[in-house]
């Protein structure tokens, strides 16, 4: 079963919050919520999130700092800022903190809703499969740059987690080294592209296949590409 999205709601209205809440548990999204900054402060620190709607004007630690604090100590989850105030100034600063989208109160609960799916895109293209998923034997986490399994832990390049999750979220499909380099270098194909895409297979083989001449994750598919078999649930 696939694991839900994740979504902290910082809203300091009760009404708002549950609003919010509902809708997007409406919406198959995993929701938690903080009403004020220091309980944002500890989920955050707790759990690792998809995305986080952040309202600016929040009690004890106000939402900007929030997201300075965040993203200075590595957070990179998603941040879209929620607030009443609209000015063109407010949403530059807001950006310029490091957050992803911003939205001015009111707005529609549909655009909302767009929004998120939009930025969840942006920042993970492959939503099904998430930030957190199985690849094989391995369990890899996106967000910290590992993989685990009963054979130890690894580290894993930010290119190395693209390609398994790419890979992840398309199973039992050959997948062209044109199709990887496009969609994960987001460059045309050209020869160094083919040996590029070739060598980062290669590297990552070494760190999850337990005999790299015999691939039981990524197989190559002469002439076509690369596979990735998942086995049935």
């Known amino acids: 079963m696939k694991e839900k999205i994740s979504i902290l709601i ?6 708002i919050r549950d609003g919010l809440k509902d809708f997007l548990e409406f919406h198959d999204f995993s929701v938690s919520e903080a009403g004020e900054g220091l309980e944002a402060e500890r989920l955050v620190q707790q759990k690792r999130f998809d995305l986080i709607l952040l309202d600016l004007m929040l009690p004890k630690i106000s939402g900007e700092q929030l997201c300075t604090q965040w993203r200075e100590n590595g957070v990179q989850t998603p941040i879209i800022m929620v ?4 000015q063109e100034q407010e949403k530059i600063t807001g950006l310029n903190l490091g957050a992803d989208d911003y939205m001015a109160k009111p707005f529609s609960l549909e655009e909302l809703l767009a929004r998120i799916k939009a930025v969840l895109r942006r920042m993970d293209p492959q939503r099904k499969v998430g930030r957190s998923f199985v690849f094989g034997s391995w369990q890899v986490d996106i967000e910290r740059l590992i993989i685990e399994s009963q054979a130890g832990k690894q580290e894993i390049s930010q290119r190395e987690a693209q390609l398994i999750q790419y890979f992840a979220a398309h199973p039992n499909r050959v997948i062209s080294r044109e199709e990887l380099y496009e969609q ?17 297979i290669a590297k990552l083989r070494s760190k999850i296949e337990s005999d790299t001449t015999k691939p039981s994750f990524i197989k190559t598919v002469r002439g076509a590409g690369y596979l990735y078999e998942q086995a049935d649930e």
């Open 10 to 15: 910082v809203e300091d209205e009760p009404k």
């Open 83 to 86: 607030t009443a105030k609209g």
């Open 184 to 200: 994960i270098w987001q460059e045309q194909m050209t020869d160094i592209g083919t040996r590029t895409v070739d060598m980062h």
